[in-house]
């Protein structure tokens, strides 16, 4: 039922530290914490004419012409920098239209590196298919090491193995790999697969070409954590050290998980000190691992004192570190603690993510405080908050507890409304249901069938439900089998014995939608 927490330890940082390194020439404009657009020079630059452009129907190459056309230069190192600083904000589609205007400059001699910057942003944009027509239609001399490499990894963030292991053996006949950013790709694809098998065979291919770097081993290490082989962790760790490669925060934060899971304290806790010792203040992912592991030791004044120490470092704390805290302290029973660090979230953030509050209502629900959960559901509504899919969902389950049919059928409804595409919750599903089926209402029943034919997720045990309903109430349902067929439903078993069961009680009201 608790709503899935961001986790930003293995996971995360796995992501996170194998991301595509395409990206060419030292930045000079930054971006500050507060997502300001910083230039040496001050004033008016065309850095920041393009990182004004906050919503995503403005065009960025009109910004670029203007900025030409008042007699300024354009050029390339600075565009460069300007889509690395969008990338970083997944300003995406305006970095794209920066590289597609880069294009049509004569002007502008561009290199294998910026093809695959271009590649790697229509992936993001407009999918795989576009992407690898991209590629195809790049001059011969374009395909290189730098594209392949941008192509292997939209391959990856696809979980395309096949396509990314035919990659991977066109790389190899043509001498690309010649460093270990290719075989990370595929070591990132086996590790979030679950196709750990083939971990070691691509670390051997590896070592007969290039060398490893630190990404390397911490994949390594996550595939050894992924099966908890902490002996062979060990020894991939021990590898690391002799190699004289200096091990960074994500290295200690996966050995850390793996001890924490295998309940050796002592190591887990000399390897989450050796982490925070690698935490800067340009990696602010690191700072909500360092809170996730030190809730699962249970030490609480040490989640306080790295929070203290985030507020220090950061100027404002983002929604996704306000939960990661909030749900830390919720983890370890400190109620009244979260709700004062939701109140002062509450009174400084512009966002309103309801993923933030839906913490505290999930809480209030788990531990059956339902009323509490209703004051605080209405405190959301007063504030603003729209409730989203995950709000209804929980305020589903509080009601299911509670057995109150007619709010579970509110809310339930609500909350497959209230998303385009309902991902369909079995377990939801079947909880209401068996309370519709234990009350015998088969009229709320009907209307169940009517609802999730709606989101076409009408199917055999959907019927059972139903026909059980009307077993358990003493009616026979109508024309159930035209109905299933008119569905594409098939009638097994079970189903025709009920509806023989049925038969011989009293006919049920006609049921609207049929």
């Not at 340009?282 to 909500?288: F, G, M, P």
Request: aromatic share 8%; with cysteine.
């Amino acid at each position: 039922m608790l709503p899935r927490i961001l986790r930003t330890s293995v996971a995360a940082a796995r992501r996170l530290s194998t991301r595509t390194a395409v990206v060419a020439s030292p930045a000079q404009d930054t971006l500050s914490e507060e997502g300001q657009y910083a230039s040496g020079t001050g004033g008016d630059t065309l850095g920041r004419r393009l990182f004004a452009l906050v919503y995503k129907k403005r065009s960025a190459v009109v910004a670029v012409r203007k900025w030409k056309e008042e007699g300024h230069v354009v050029r390339k190192y600075e565009l460069n920098r300007i889509v690395r600083e969008l990338r970083k904000l997944k300003r995406y589609k305006h970095a794209l239209e920066i590289c597609e205007w880069m294009m049509t400059q004569e002007d502008m001699k561009l290199v294998s590196g910026d093809y695959a910057v271009h590649l790697d942003l229509i992936a993001k944009i407009r999918g795989l298919d576009s992407a690898e027509k991209f590629f195809l239609d790049l001059p011969e001399k374009t395909r290189d090491s730098a594209t392949c490499s941008a192509l292997l990894h939209t391959y990856v963030r696809h979980n395309e193995s096949e396509k990314a292991e035919a990659l991977m053996e066109k790389m190899s006949d043509c001498d690309f790999l010649t460093s270990p950013l290719p075989y990370n790709h595929m070591l990132s694809i086996y590790v979030s697969t679950g196709q750990l098998t083939k971990v070691p065979e691509m670390i051997k291919r590896l070592k007969k070409t290039t060398s490893p770097d630190v990404v390397t081993y911490n994949l390594w290490l996550s595939a050894c954590a992924s099966q908890n082989f902490v002996d062979i962790a060990e020894k991939v760790f021990l590898e690391l050290t002799k190699a004289k490669i200096e091990p960074d925060w994500v290295t200690y934060s996966t050995l850390t998980s793996m001890y924490i899971k295998n309940s050796f304290k002592e190591k887990a806790e000399s390897s989450l000190k050796e982490m925070e010792k690698r935490v800067s203040k340009k990696v602010r992912v690191a700072y909500s691992s360092l809170l996730s592991l030190h809730t699962a030791m249970e030490n609480k004044n040490e989640i306080r004192r790295i929070w203290k120490k985030m507020k220090s470092t950061y100027r404002k704390m983002s929604d996704a570190e306000y939960t990661c805290m909030i749900s830390c302290l919720l983890k370890l029973k400190e109620v009244e603690e979260a709700e004062k660090l939701y109140n002062e979230w509450e009174s400084i953030s512009p966002t309103k993510d309801t993923r933030v509050p839906n913490l505290l209502l999930s809480s209030y629900i788990s531990n059956n405080g339902m009323d509490k959960a209703e004051a605080f559901y209405n405190r959301m509504v007063e504030n603003d908050l729209v409730p989203g899919y995950t709000t209804w969902e929980l305020l589903t389950w509080g009601y299911l507890k509670q057995r109150d049919l007619d709010r579970v059928l509110d809310c339930f409804k609500k909350a497959i409304s209230s998303v385009r595409k309902w991902d369909p919750d079995e377990k939801l599903v079947h909880e209401v249901f068996t309370l519709v089926e234990e009350l015998g209402n088969v009229e709320v029943a009907e209307e169940l069938v009517v609802i999730l034919r709606g989101v076409e997720y009408v199917n055999t045990e959907t019927y059972k439900y139903l026909v059980r309903t009307y077993a358990k109430a003493g009616k026979m349902p109508l024309i159930v089998e035209e109905r299933m067929k008119k569905d594409n439903v098939a009638m097994d078993e079970e189903i025709k014995k009920l509806v023989l069961q049925t038969s011989k009680m009293c006919i049920g009201a006609i049921p609207s939608g049929i």
